[in-house]
């Protein structure tokens, strides 16, 4: 292996059958939010376990949506985790509700349950855990802790009075497919939390490009035909009829029921997803391959690594975190230069929130998050898509042995 190679972060896994789909799609003359945008949402909801699913251009879409759906605003405060990426908070923002952040447990990318308890107060309408690199959170702690909290809840709407607690909004954006045993039962994301909201965007294990989908459990009283509808009107303007039903001969008119957004999926993305879809175990099992043969080889250097695969729950392995004890963001920072230039792109997932200018500007001191900075401070995540051979596998896990043990000396 003395030869460079050049190994990418993470490129989609397109197929030809990915192509023909698209192909299929572009000659039908349907190519906005169609019959393969429904199709697809068809089989999310079977795959997921819910009775239905909504496809819309990003996770970040199907988050807002969710929290406008719930009717979250002003006033409100919705809890999510220091450590993630923006996406996770700034739906909170855009609704105009208050975005509290909670720091995660010492040596974990969860947040810390306990600091999530006591940041519950009686203006709290949400919580959105994140799902991170693939790892589905601890809802059973979670709804525990909801439960607890019941009596401090306001309702104030008919939604929110059926459900009757705090709504979990999970953000999946990483865990589709991702499997958990709950009470001796296995529950794939996306029929635990409340809401989810997945990605689809074109590093995810499953990609449409752009795009995401959101998925709910049933609300007792509440109609999952009249929930899906409003989704789409928020996803359409507002608009009462989408194009699909305004084809219909002589039924062109229409009403605007509320000045909303324009965030839906089109057949072009759908028609990738549902090729996507049909490969969809292949690249989660090739995934886990490519897990253990890194898990194998850095335990030896006393690399931290996250516990994709337990009793207890199956991750959708999508992100290689790795943490390198002892060293700083310097040194880490060096080793990812070193790994540069022997071809390989590494990354950092994430920069904690309150380190970001626009968080700062909100209030938030990352000393006031010592876990998440801590996290931060030495991770570094290697490239795991289902694009490497196992000869790239092992050309990432040589080279980066030999740079943690340049730069630390072990």
Known sequence: MTDKKIIPFSPPDISENEVQGVVEALKSGWITTG??????????????????????????ACEESILRFLGIGEGDEVITSAYTYTASA????????????????????????DKLEQAITERTKAIVPVDLGGIICDYERIFEIVERKKALFQPENEIQKAI???????????????????????KRCGSVADF???????????????????????????????IYKQFMLLSLHGQSKDALAKTKLGAWEYDILAPSYK????DIMAAIGLAQLERYEGLLNRRRKIIETYDKAFEPLGIQTLNHYEKEHVSTGHLYLTRIPGIGREEANHIIEKMAEEGIATNVHYKPLPLLTAYKNLGFRIEDYPNAYRQFENEITLPLHTLLTN??????TAKYVECVKEETGR
């Open 35 to 60: 019959p393969k945008t429904k199709e697809f949402e068809k089989k999310i909801a079977e795959f997921c376990g819910t009775s239905k699913a909504v496809c819309l251009n990003s996770a970040t």
């Open 90 to 113: 700034s739906p909170i923002i855009h609704v105009g509700a208050k975005v509290v952040l909670v720091d995660v447990a010492k040596d974990s990318y969860e947040m810390d349950y």
């Open 164 to 186: 009757g607690r705090i709504v979990v909004v999970a953000d999946a954006a990483h865990a589709f497919g991702a499997r958990m045993n709950i009470q001796e039962e296995w």
């Open 196 to 226: 989810t909201s997945f990605s689809f965007h074109a590093v995810k294990n499953l990609t449409t490009a752009e795009g995401g989908a959101l998925t709910w459990k049933e609300i007792p009283g509440i109609d999952n035909e009249w």
């Open 263 to 266: 965030c839906n999926m089109t």
């Open 391 to 396: 000869e790239d596998v092992e050309y990432v």
